[in-house]
């Protein structure tokens, strides 16, 4: 997301979009699409046998492009990586084909499909059940001449920390442990929390949770983690690959009545660019990466970025030449 990974990919309205979207135009990129050459040189337009792969503005999307460009590139694949203010503006470029591969969280994407196909209020198809999830993605994704590849373990879901002092006070490692403290806790989140159904009324609803109020200070921000760092607040609103949270002495809370919805990673291909029968090719490299990634990854490569201040390429390739990819 952005610097220090603190930035909310963006937290969708009620009905259809209550799933998790996190902004993703809260940094980086400008309203126009930027190229950035790949392995192979693949810098202007697209030829054939190029790819172009789509990323979003923030530090995790830009990873896993380059991630993608990676194991696309070693396939025989020229490959770009096409740089995105948000997905407002990649979703049509990839339906249209002029982007041909991005990767997606499957909850975000099926809402952000189901509040286009059928308006704002639409009846949300995303669910905690990631199977179910992708299911209803890719029914709302093949007729705009899209395919889904399968999701992996990877996830970068809402989540929620206390500091490691308040966890080890009142033995917590779960939601439903804080919900059984019967602990007071004000949570530092975005204003809207306090009507969202993961946040306020799912951790009362779902958990327990007494919550005493919203501290307004963003989600995953500096500020709150800090004000859960001093104790003014005691839960935080971030994402589960918040990659700075060590840097606050927090720690993640288990989400074990899966109260957030399945936002795991997966690709998103263009299917006539793509995904047709001379390019099986692409499905086989991108699955493969798919399964090997993990949250723990996805979060060790983030501080590498936001934290140790290296390039996004340059980590996604030690990782995959580390995993043999």
Do not use: W
Not at 235 to 251: G, N, Y
């Amino acid at each position: 997301m952005i610097p220090m990974h603190t930035s909310p990919r963006a937290l969708a309205a009620t009905g259809a979009v209550a799933a998790l979207v996190l902004a993703l135009g809260a940094c980086g990129g400008g309203d126009d699409l930027e190229d950035k050459g790949g392995k192979d040189g693949g810098g202007g337009g697209k030829g054939n046998g190029d790819l172009v792969i789509g990323s979003a503005g923030f530090t995790e999307s830009q990873i896993l492009a380059e991630l993608y460009a990676g194991v696309l590139s070693d396939a025989g694949y020229g490959t770009t990586v096409k740089k995105v203010k948000n997905r407002e503006l990649y979703a049509p470029e990839l339906e249209k084909g002029r982007i041909d591969v991005v990767p997606e969280y499957a909850a975000t994407m099926a809402e952000f499909l189901n509040a286009k196909e059928n308006g704002p209020k639409a009846k949300p198809v995303a669910s905690s059940d990631r199977d179910k999830t992708v299911a209803a993605l890719e029914k709302l994704a093949k007729p705009r001449g899209l395919t889904v590849l399968p999701a992996g373990d990877a996830v970068d879901q809402n989540a929620f920390a206390v500091s490691k002092k308040y966890a080890d006070e009142h033995k917590l490692k779960s939601l439903s442990d804080l919900g059984a403290s019967k602990e007071k806790v004000t949570v530092a989140a975005g204003d809207e929390c306090e009507t969202r159904p993961f946040c306020k009324p799912g951790l009362e609803k779902t958990y327990g949770i007494k919550v005493a109020g919203i501290d307004p200070k963003g989600v995953g921000t500096t500020q709150s983690k800090q004000a859960v760092k001093d104790g003014k607040d005691q839960l935080v609103l971030t994402t589960t690959t918040d990659a700075t949270l060590d840097q606050f002495d927090l720690v993640l809370l288990k989400d074990d009545k899966k109260l957030q919805n399945a936002d795991n990673v997966l690709p998103v291909l263009n299917t006539k660019s793509a995904a047709g029968p001379g390019n099986k090719a692409v499905a086989t490299a991108l699955n493969k990466l798919t399964s090997t990634l993990t949250t723990k990854d996805l979060t060790d490569l983030n501080r590498k970025v936001d934290r140790d201040r290296e390039k996004p390429e340059d980590v996604a390739k030690e990782y995959l030449d580390s995993k043999g990819l």
